[in-house]
């Protein structure tokens, strides 16, 4: 049917959010609001000798200043990492306490001082301007690499040399030895760029405390709500669960940014309590740039050595990874279980070796960001495959298809199994719709007008869907990564589904429904999707991880699977047929091969009237599920990009972008082709231009959209997308996750087709018209454009 | 950043000297400066208004004068707190010598900024330093009796700054 699985279905919130009556946290007001602003640190790294809040005090409409002593004089928690690692000598990672706001040190610019609380923004901000704090710098170190060095500033005290862990995967001595083996070896020094998320809308809360009931409500711009007001009871101190609720309404964007509960939403929640009023905080962006935790920032060195049959016969991978001041919520599973694992790629290799250390820096806070240690491992191997490639003679492609994957399930040397895939026909359709076959024609056309082409590959794969809770408990996640739905039949028949996902902009009021419809055969306008508040949810792990339709969808499945049976029964007992022989199809339960039948809503009115249901049965349609993944997803595709660089300038224009994936079964394609652009545009903004750049004494220089570039409409092409499709054979819809997979997979395409255009394979992202144009230099303008 | 820079004052080395000590000459030559008061013979403190890029803030901050050479060099360092825009602080080498009828003045200038300063007008820092040191010097020199602005007897700077922008891994 039409508005089934499968069907292009125009997404239902949009009415709402393109005539602007979305309604976000900033737009909710409370009766008694006070609205608060942060005192931040201007240093990097410095002891705070007093902080001097008499001046603040005295200003029109101040309400209260507050520092983070009091709030530790309270017994807030510190903020907690959610995934324990241990380093490859057994021990413990150590990570240094991270207070909600400082009370001895500040470790970050941009760190939470003091907040104040007032009756209007502008007052509060002014008043935070009043505030008076005495600094005593310390040395900072910005680079993770640098803060390794002997000799260099250590930010706590616990963490000796800054090195919270020195972690390993795979086998080193397997690996060392088939790379002693190889007949050819590629090496490459890669760094991978540190970026900052950027959602649309700025992170904001408002916390009202109610002392009567002693109760708190949190409304935030949050991905999982739940996990929120989990960390926030457990550990935070704030509140028990059941006088804690946290709303997230409509949300607009996230990206991984808006995981993790900041220190911020803990202060407002406090500071609700500690005024009696509700306190509402909106970050400004450059309060954004400053501390919504940053993405990627690794420094590598890579050796793949292969066989005289161009086969892969061992990998060996050394990280630095800069974790920042703070170890945030995903900062210690990015570098290593979300980025180690991925090292095999879509290849079939015996002997893969990764050492990766995590550090602190006097930076922001470091954690997961559209693809979370995926783009970092693919960035790794792509760029590994094609510079091989190139190094040995061969066409990229040919050495991918000799390395290729083929037979299911897969186990890897990095933990993974996968489960399915067909990489050959993904590598044929992308390259028939990138008419590679054409390339040459279109390069020398290229040259006759002074440009120089280029072309380049990346072969991704990625695991997400997350996850198996069993799996991740074992490799020290703190929670399970299971979702939960409930389905409300009505007794007039439509359909509320509650689910723990969290839509901020991924368009599941529009999916989930179509999977509810396409079940029952009801209108998609008969289903209501109802996510987002703890209070109306009754559990949820919330969306990242491309975990939404893998996992959250299929909770519905599962209720669902209930509400049919239940379903069922009613209808065989009113219909007085065998269950068997019941079927539901377009909106009606019938008995199958008879012209008995009862329309939807006539079961779900029997089912609330109760006054003639089976023997012991019991009133209501309404069922609930908890759904565990068995296994990640392994979505995977072949990009191929095709750019023109004007070797005069260095600039870099991407002509032409393929895209060809398995997503397994598609929901609605719109919607798919929707995230893939987003996510290859973000793959291409790290490619070419953004770049968060601290100066050595750790002070952030990239603070505002003057100097940190993100794409625009006219930096990306139309692109091209094609699918070939493989079932995920581990969950009842046969869905992998499409929400990361752009922006894992476009960054070395992009960078492998700039590098193949300059023929110097000595470029680091951002590819910037500067550092393009010095790599030209470096080596000379290739024949083709002389 | 680090900055250099020289320049050609119309003025025997004694007057240039004594203006460059005297709290009265620097407050009305310094660009935007509303105070400055000797504390001692080498220290002051000062309030300077700025706007670098799109951050306008008052700076209140200490000044000192060491490695005095009296009426051939000293070094001026300081620190100024400019509030939510952060801070600036940094130091100049400052020397003169005989030229022909005029004083040249030479120094060599490096500071560094933090916060919002640094946040938002990293990039502008070079320009802005480079504008008000010319306006400084076009300012001392006016006050030395100098009128002329044009060919050698105007300032020349060549300031030499770091690409803040350049990469880190």
Redesign the interface.
Known sequence: MSEGIGAAVKRKEDKRFITGRGKYTDDIRMENQAYGAFV?S???HAEIKGIDTSAAEAMDGVIAVLNGKQLKDDAIGDIITGWAIHSKDGNPMNVGAWNPMATARVRH?GEPVAIVIAESQAQARLA???VEVDYEELPAV??A?TALEDGAPLLHDNVPGNLIFDWEIGDEAAADAGLAGASHVTELDI?NNRLAPNAIEPRSAIAVYNDIDDHYTLYTTSQNPHVARLVLSAFYNVAPEHKLRVIAPDVGGGFGSKIYIYPEEITCLWASMKTGRSVKWTSDR?EA??TDAHARDH?TKARMGFDADGKIVGLKVNTVANIGAYASLFATATPTYLYGTLLSGQYNIANVYCDVKAVHTNTVPVDAYRGAGRPEATYVMERLMETAAREMGMDPAELRRRNFITEFPHQTPVIMTYDAGDFHALLEKGQAAADVAGFAARKSEAASRGKLRGIGYSCYIEACGIAPSKAVGSLGAGVGLWESAEVRVNPVGTIEILTGSHAHGQGHETTFAQVVSDRFGLPMDNITIVHGDTDKVQMGMGTYGSRSGAVGMNAIVKAMDKVEAKVKKIAAHTLEASEDDIVIEDGEVKVAGTDKKMAWHEVGLAAYTAHNLPDGMEPGLKEGAFYDPTNFTFPSGTYICEVEVDPETGVVEIVQFTAADDFGTVINPMIVEGQVHGGVTQGIGQALLE?V?????G??????Y??YCMPRADDVPSYVLEHSTTVAPSNPLGVKGCGEAGAIGSPPAVINAITDAIGNNNL?MPATPQ?VWAAIQEVGLPQAAE | MDMTGEYQIAAPRADVWQALNDPDVLRACIPGCEELEMTSDTTMTAKVVQKIGPVKAKFAGEVELVNIVVEESYTIQGEGKGGVAGFAKGGADVRLTDGDGHTLLTYEAQATVGGKLARLGSRLINSTAKKLADKFFENFHDHLGGSDKDGEQSASGTPEAKDAQSERA
């Open positions: 931040r201007p240093h990097a610019v935070a301007e009043a910005a680079a690499t760094v450059s740039f400053m420094v770049n750049v601290y100066d050595e004494d002070q952030l220089i990239t603070g505002s003057m100097d680091t550092k």
